[in-house]
């Protein structure tokens, strides 16, 4: 018998996973192209997700330096618009205070010309009454207490003061003393020195002080005037200084925001770039809750679709060179073995001898012989199951009835198999024979996972959904799958059970990706293995 011909890394020597090598009667025209191409593609890629950095300081492009004259361009008009503005607002308030303050003098020079002619009038008063007085004869200064607005009155007798007369206190309080009225007195003899008699009027407090207040109030109008010429100029001044300097720090201030904008734009079409050259583990990760966020996160999601996308269709056409490969082993290895397994028969029968050792030898050799044949025809059938995958025909089901069907139609597995229904219903669209290929796959791997390593099986099927998608997960107490493993897990001949094909999990992936879904494989709550199949709802 002649030694089987294997792709270099599917050798039974490879030191990987444990593949089972069996004899071949022939040499399989495969050509060397073929293997190295299943070689190159069975590899794990081990792509990570690269987040793109900061790019590095570079000569602003035309993005940024548009965006940095659009802000200059608003800086700029912002500062003529309020320079003109507050010009405009400061010309009209001084235009209104010197209107204001013309108004303003004209009330209070007409008011002073009124307190003036009110004052001389008064003067002009007390003077006709103090002659009125004294033409009077009036001698006794006490007799002039009944006279209206007296406050003090005097006879004077030269530089002797004969008689005095003053108002109360509290009209003296009341009322403010104008200058004294001095008057002679008319005397009977000519030689006679006349006396002289001083009466002194009084004018209300109130309008006094009143007369005293609008002075004052003139004179700081005069000095407001002189304060609103020199301050508003110099307010002025200080305002355009105060402009300028934000105009030039305008510059500065954009071009620190123009580039964090433009960073984050410049990280998405590199990102962009990336992925137009093929590399989809590129990812922009951006922060914040911005529009440019939203368009990276959203971005980053059509990319890892992408990749998802690219990884399955890169996986279909592996397992469908494979599947090539696998029809022309069961067709080499199929065509001989029948005429090998007649001719051992006929090899056992037609020996006629009376020599116990020779018929003994014969009979073991027939024996592994007829094994070995038979082992070749189970790997038959199962390249020939792996090669010709019916079509996918899926149709609506309710995964919880499903489930429980597949469970009756399988009564070994009650006593290994828990399932974890999901309260309500879990449509899918799926496959229903097809279906129950992949759970009866998983579980009789979980099956023999568990027996390997001496334990009891323990196996929990979960249905759920997760964002309008059913899934189901399987869940084992086995050794489980290492995670170095686990990209090549479901590669066609891959395997890590004496005695396996290393078919089963990739016709399980081949089936769900037909239904537009996948299957992954973790680590499950037990430590073994946890396959999760998610397949499309209706």
């Known amino acids: ?25 022939v040499l399989l025209a495969l050509s060397v192209v073929e293997f190295q191409a299943l070689s190159s593609d069975a590899q794990p890629s081990g792509r990570i997700h690269a987040p793109i950095g900061k790019p590095a300081m570079k000569r602003p492009g035309r993005f940024a330096l548009k965006l940095l004259g659009l802000m200059l361009l608003v800086a ?3 500062a003529a618009v309020s320079t003109y503005a507050f010009y405009y607002v400061a010309l009209r308030f001084a235009d209104f205070s010197v209107a204001q ?20 009038n008064r003067q002009e008063e007390f003077q006709r009454r103090a002659q009125a007085i004294a033409q009077s004869g009036a001698h006794d200064a006490a007799d002039l207490s009944v006279v209206e607005g007296l406050l003090r009155a005097r006879l004077l007798d030269g530089d002797e003061r004969v008689d005095l007369w003053e108002a109360a206190p509290e009209v003296l309080v009341a009322s403010r003393e104008a200058p004294p009225v001095v008057v002679a007195l008319p005397t009977d003899q000519e030689n006679e020195s006349p006396r002289i008699l001083e009466l002194t009027f009084g004018i209300p407090t109130e309008m006094y002080e009143n007369s005293l207040s609008l002075r004052e109030a003139i004179e700081k109008e005069k000095e407001l005037g002189h304060v609103y010429e020199d301050v508003i100029p110099r307010f002025l001044r200080q305002y355009v200084v105060l402009v300028l300097m934000l105009l030039a720090a305008a510059p500065l201030v954009g071009w620190f925001f123009a580039r964090r904008v433009t960073r984050r734009v410049a990280r998405l079409h590199e990102a962009a770039r990336r992925v137009a050259a093929g590399d989809l583990t590129v990812r922009v990760a951006p922060k914040g809750q911005d529009e440019l966020a939203e368009l990276g996160r959203a ?30 082993l069961a067709h080499e290895i199929k065509n001989p073995l029948t005429p090998i397994q007649l001719a051992v028969q006929e090899l056992a029968s037609k020996y006629a001898g009376d020599n116990a050792d020779y018929r003994r030898l014969l009979d073991t050799a027939s024996e592994i012989l007829r094994e070995e044949i038979a082992g070749l025809r189970r790997l038959v059938d199962d390249f020939s199951a792996f090669a010709k995958l019916p079509v996918v025909a899926p149709a609506a089901v309710e995964l919880n009835v499903l489930m429980a069907e597949i469970l009756r139609l399988q009564p070994e597995w009650q006593a290994y198999v828990t399932v974890e229904s999901h309260p309500t219903p879990v449509p899918a669209m799926c496959d229903r024979t097809l279906f129950r290929r992949v759970i009866a796959n998983l579980v009789e791997n979980a099956l023999q996972a568990a027996q390997s390593v001496g334990k009891t099986p323990q196996i929990r099927i979960r249905i759920e959904t997760r964002g309008g998608r059913a899934v189901v997960s399987v869940a084992d107490n086995g050794p489980g799958v290492p995670e170095v493993e686990r990209q090549r897990i479901f ?21 769900v990706i037909d239904h537009d879904g996948d299957v992954t494989v973790g680590t499950s709550p037990a430590g073994g293995a946890l396959f999760t199949v998610e397949l499309p709802g209706p």
């Open 76 to 78: 700029l008009l912002s």
């Open 1 to 25: 018998m002649c030694s089987s011909v294997w792709p270099p890394n599917l050798h039974p020597n490879h030191a990987q996973p444990f593949l089972r090598p069996t004899g071949c009667p």
């Open 491 to 511: 590669d066609p001949y891959v395997t890590h059970r004496e005695g396996g094909t290393g078919l089963g999990l990739a016709i399980v992936r081949k089936i």
């Open 299 to 328: 971005f980053d999601a059509m990319v890892a679709e992408l990749a998802h996308a690219r990884s399955r269709l890169e996986y279909l056409q592996k397992v469908s060179a494979w599947q090539e490969v696998a029809r022309r």
């Open 101 to 120: 303050a013309d108004h303003v003098a004209a009330a209070s020079k007409h008011a002073a010309e009124m307190f003036r002619a009110y004052f001389e």
